[in-house]
């Protein structure tokens, strides 16, 4: 692009802080002889927050770090525990409860079942990003995973992309070796649409190379095409089943025979150098984690083999994101495109060895051909998690993983790049995935409207990150903002520098073995990002406004949780 033109987008960087229905001060168009900005928004599926290089991994992902190096990183970007939940805020700037995915469709519980928020599909309520941009005069784009809806009306072809290949459900055989009768019998098998309709996923073909394939189709065909392009490119990689070319796993044979805790302490002493973490920094203990040395040899194989396939998965991601940029530079269209790159939720922590559906069945793992043996691990008929003890040193050095409101679990990698960011540092202040929709809108100049389609959708509820791309602002939210997180009961508020955490004892419908004390604790996660310390007892006080805060949170949102049980003594009115 040439120089006037970045000039130009950087100075567009200096506008409101918010764009919402309410902001008569936001930018209805861009300047006269500005160019507007092309997006790239990138997601991964499960990634750690310390996997990729650039945020102290030891995984080969240079095309991925030379972006998050060049551009700014986060150290504070927080999602939904899970992924579709996070991919309604994502899509929406609004929170998950309202824009229709209070729980993930595949847990909802009988008190959630028809309540609003919970249908279990990006709602009528907002307006995606895609179709807002799209109304706004973009070329819009998805190749990966949708996880908002299986049916034509829900679907990406419906909510606003005019060209999109899409997996409809949460996760897939990464080699579409799960379309058969057998899969089907048990609706294990997943749903691929292409621009709308039904198709076959191309056996043999690995997830991330394909959809990578298809979204660099898209860039191609619109490549005389003047309009700017809001191009959407959600991985399941690297998400269970783990599985990877053979190539790739060769790369990091014996790589981690020396187990989770050596990769944790490895991880934890790069980000320490890296300016990612305080230098005196304790990790959270470990949870329903073996040690290492008490697991046999054949069992060292194995768990050092799952690490070895997810590492391979992580870096032929990076490869097709590198395929990606070239493609951009060769369309001459690189240097006027804002990347965003996050993770749905923290790392998966589950023990898995087939899917949910098969779990239970006499046979079920046999009848569907899953050979999970050591020779076999990470090829199309394996079907196996990485477990909790790759997962907490891949979350490093936060608490718990996917699933949980702790920073394990939210607390994802994310950066950005491109016209107008400025580079080559790290950004430490509380964001949230509700800002990346509001941030597109207000970089491409476009007002968010009160209605869409002829019915009214809720405002954005997260904030535009401009300031914090243009580095006049470390964060967007004032300390006296609280933030809100509710899935599978577990419950978080975050105010300023201070988190509650409310893990309930019983079991939950994801992780399978839930992890919970019952009990509200307080953090201060400035000091101890590691969620270490709870302060309950000595800051009694605080507690009590966060507690508040998330009532009034849920209040406002329709969360729905179980009440209270009565104390002890009372008698039911």
Request: glycine content about 10%.
């Amino acid at each position: 692009m040439l120089k006037s033109a970045i000039l130009l987008a950087a100075s567009a960087l200096s506008g409101p802080l918010c764009v919402s229905a309410q902001d008569k001060s936001a930018p209805t168009a861009i300047p006269a002889g500005t160019r507007q900005p092309n997006f790239l928004l990138i997601v991964a599926d499960d990634l750690g927050w310390s996997d990729l290089g650039a945020f102290g991994g030891e995984i080969a992902t240079p095309n991925l770090d030379s972006i998050a190096n060049g551009g700014v990183r986060f150290t504070g970007f927080h999602t939904a525990p899970t992924c579709s939940p996070t991919r309604s805020m994502l899509l929406s700037g609004v929170d998950n409860h309202q824009a229709g995915l209070g729980s993930m469709a595949e847990t909802l519980q009988p008190d959630q079942t028809g309540q609003p928020g919970y249908e279990g599909y990006l709602n009528d309520r907002v307006a995606s990003i895609a179709e807002l941009l799209h109304q706004g005069g973009y070329r819009t784009l998805m190749s990966g995973k949708w996880h908002l809806g299986l049916t034509p009306e829900r679907g990406p072809a419906a909510r606003g992309f005019e060209r999109s290949y899409a997996l409809l459900q949460g996760l897939g055989n990464h080699f579409g070796a799960d379309q058969n009768k057998a899969w089907k019998a048990i609706d294990a098998a997943p749903t691929y649409r292409d621009n709308g309709k039904l198709v076959t996923y191309p056996k043999g073909r690995f997830s991330a190379d394909y959809f990578t394939d298809r979204l660099i189709g898209f860039l191609q065909e619109g490549s005389k095409d003047q309009r700017p392009f809001f191009a959407y490119l959600p991985y399941s990689t690297p998400h269970w089943p783990i599985q990877a070319p053979p190539e790739d796993i060769a790369k990091y044979k014996g790589r981690y025979d020396a187990g989770y805790e050596a990769l944790r302490d490895a991880r934890l002493q790069r980000q320490k150098a890296l300016g990612l973490v305080p230098a005196d920094l304790t990790p959270h203990d470990w949870q329903d984690v073996k040690p290492w040395a008490s697991l046999t040899d054949a069992e060292k194989a194995i768990e050092a083999r799952k690490m070895e396939v997810y590492a391979a998965m992580v870096d032929r991601m990076d490869q097709n994101v590198g395929r990606v940029v070239a493609t951009l530079k060769a369309l001459g269209r690189y240097d006027d495109t804002v990347i965003i790159f996050l993770a749905d939720n923290g790392p998966e922590g589950n023990v898995i060895d087939a899917p949910h559906q098969a779990v239970l069945k006499p046979e079920g793992k046999a009848k569907l051909g899953i050979d999970n043996s050591l020779g076999n691990i990470g090829k199309a008929t394996s079907y196996l998690g990485y477990g909790p003890g790759w997962a907490q040193a891949n979350s490093s050095p936060s608490w718990l993983v996917k699933g949980y409101p702790t920073e394990g679990g939210t607390r994802v990698t994310a950066f950005a790049s491109g016209p107008g960011i400025a580079g080559q540092r790290i950004a430490t202040g509380l964001l949230n995935v509700t800002d990346v929709a509001p941030t597109l809108l207000d970089l491409a100049g476009i007002q968010q409207p009160a209605t869409f389609g002829g019915r009214a959708i809720l405002p954005f509820q997260g904030h535009s990150l401009r300031p914090v791309f243009a580095g006049t602002a470390a964060q967007v939210r004032q300390p006296t903002e609280a933030v809100g997180t509710e899935l599978f009961y577990r419950r978080a508020l975050r105010k300023g520098d201070w988190k509650a955490v409310f893990l309930p004892k019983t079991g939950s419908a994801y992780p399978r073995q839930g992890y919970g004390t019952g009990i509200w604790q307080l953090f201060n996660v400035a000091k101890d990002p590691a969620e270490a310390h709870d302060l309950s007892a000595s800051k009694p006080a605080k507690l009590q406004e966060l507690i508040g805060d998330w009532d009034s949170y849920a209040k406002a949102k329709g969360v729905v949780v179980p009440a209270p049980a009565p104390v002890q003594g009372e008698t039911k009115k």
